[in-house]
């Protein structure tokens, strides 16, 4: 993996194609990405997916993490980690939910930022 330069004008973007995309190896469902840029000031892009599992889940947060280190990506933050119906990684300019079912249903966070440019990324093979 080559390393991403963080000086880059597009960094955050060329992040969340290297975040989506190890999400997707994993088979991450219903993947959408939320434009946060003209929103708020603390991350340019929210990744939203979900797995059908706890391992899923698991594997799925594994494989972002597996990327990050490759790219020499340290300066990062886990939360949920352990309980697995909810880990977001906060990579400041990205930040990656990664959700059961149920739970993203429950905070509904497309909903919630509705009002934000919003792409789904094909999850289909």
Known sequence: MNKINKKSKNYSQQLTEMVTNAALSRNAENI???????KV?????FIICQGDNQMQ???????IIEKLEKADIKDFNIEG???KEWILID???VICH???????????IENL???VPQKTIDDTK
């Open 32 to 38: 959408n990405v939320l434009d946060m840029k003209k």
């Open 41 to 45: 000031d603390f991350t340019d892009y």
């Open 57 to 63: 889940i698991k594997a799925i947060a594994d494989e």
């Open 81 to 83: 980690y352990d309980n």
């Open 91 to 93: 990579i400041y300019d």
């Open 98 to 108: 990664i959700f059961d079912e149920e739970t993203r249903n429950y905070y509904n």
């Open 113 to 115: 930022w509705g009002d």
